[in-house]
Nanobody, 127 residues
Framework: QLQLVESGGGLVQPGGSLRLSCAAS????????IGWFRQAPGKEREGVSC????????NYADSVKGRFTISRDNARNMVYLQMNSLKPEDTAVYYC????????????????????WGNGTLVTVSS
């Protein structure tokens, strides 16, 4: 079973940057498309970004396009989310999630598209 652990969250000022990491264990990451999701207080969990096994054509939510970059290192079983130009509305618990397919698919941003989930890391954007 794929196990995922997020890290790298914290408090950052508006306009700042953070890099989130997702460490996989249990199975090789090379068989899974990986997504990042977030859940703000009082809101539903939403898809932020997704990357296929080959890392081609990553997907992004409109709200983060041009600010966030997803990447992966299959040899190290790691996925990253570089977040720049952070805004207060980016405040949320961020989760990484995996699906046992090469591609993210057209429904990648839906919770049901993912089979495995980490426990999340909190990102707070505030001055």
């Amino acid at each position: 079973q794929l196990q995922l652990v997020e890290s790298g969250g914290g408090l950052v000022q508006p306009g700042g940057s953070l890099r989130l990491s997702c460490a996989a264990s249990g199975l090789s990451l090379g068989y899974y498309a990986i997504g990042w999701f977030r859940q703000a207080p009082g809101k539903e969990r939403e898809g932020v970004s997704c990357i296929s096994v080959s890392a081609s054509s990553p997907n992004y939510a409109d709200s983060v396009k041009g600010r966030f970059t997803i990447s992966r290192d299959n040899a190290r079983n790691m996925v990253y989310l570089q977040m720049n130009s952070l805004k207060p509305e980016d405040t949320a618990v961020y989760y990484c999630a995996g699906r046992p397919f090469q591609l993210c698919g057209s429904t990648w941003s839906k919770i049901g598209a993912m089979n495995y989930w980490g426990n999340g890391t909190l990102v707070t954007v505030s001055s």
